[in-house]
């Protein structure tokens, strides 16, 4: 499966590199008389699901399907590669599957940026069964309650830790401490004290690479 996972992204370069508009290869094509099989034995082994990792797998190929979409242009996807993954998308995000989070989440992202891409209806449309329908409407509604409900300031918890430190520095009031000293009260770490001799004082101090919060974890 690890052999599989690389070759998805080998794909999603091979793609943006020959495939897409803004590509500056024109001495090498990437027909869909090459491609097209490539892809139809990619969903066929993405699609099983007797080894432990086979979430994982799909989880890379949610991840890097809008790539190779975008890549494609959105004629050429829609007309060619956007059936191959419509049932493979639709039974992952199914609860009664019992996925992974990670790849449920990941298959979510990935019809919704396809859905963008192709146009709602259209993408849609390409399902036959109304309860593979009713899956994907429900999945779209949660992710939009999801987009509404995420403050636009925030920052992600998986982001670097500099990005948390920043975040807290802008946020929160500094509380005086002894000696003249300021003590960040969202962050008492690497930087979080300043004294006001320093030429830095007052300016926010970032850990060293590897010492951040994240990194800890």
Request: include cysteine; charged fraction near 25%.
């Amino acid at each position: 499966w690890e052999a599989t996972d690389g070759c998805i992204y080998l794909i999603r370069e091979l793609t943006v590199r020959l495939c897409s508009s803004t590509s500056s290869r024109t001495d090498i094509e990437l027909s869909d008389d090459v491609l097209l099989p490539i892809l139809t034995e990619l969903v066929d082994t993405c699609r099983v699901k007797h080894f432990p990792q086979s979430d994982d797998l799909r989880m890379t190929l949610w991840r890097n399907l809008p790539v190779i979409a975008n890549a494609l242009g959105k004629q050429r996807f829609k007309r060619k590669y956007l059936h191959l993954f419509m049932d493979m998308m639709i039974d992952n995000l199914d609860e009664k599957t019992h996925a992974s989070q990670l790849s449920v989440h990941a298959a979510g992202q990935c019809a919704e940026e396809l859905s963008s891409l192709v146009g709602r209806g259209v993408f849609r449309g390409r399902l036959e069964e109304e309860w593979q329908r009713d899956i994907l409407d429900r999945v779209m509604e949660e992710r939009r309650k999801m987009a509404r409900k995420m403050p636009a300031e925030e920052f992600s918890p998986f982001g670097p830790a500099e990005a948390m430190l920043a975040v807290g520095a802008s946020k929160s009031p500094s509380r005086s401490g002894s000696g003249g000293m300021k003590i960040n009260s969202r962050y008492q770490g690497v930087g979080g004290v300043s004294g006001s001799s320093s030429p830095s004082a007052g300016k926010l101090q970032l850990p060293v690479p590897g010492s951040g919060m994240i990194d800890a974890l």
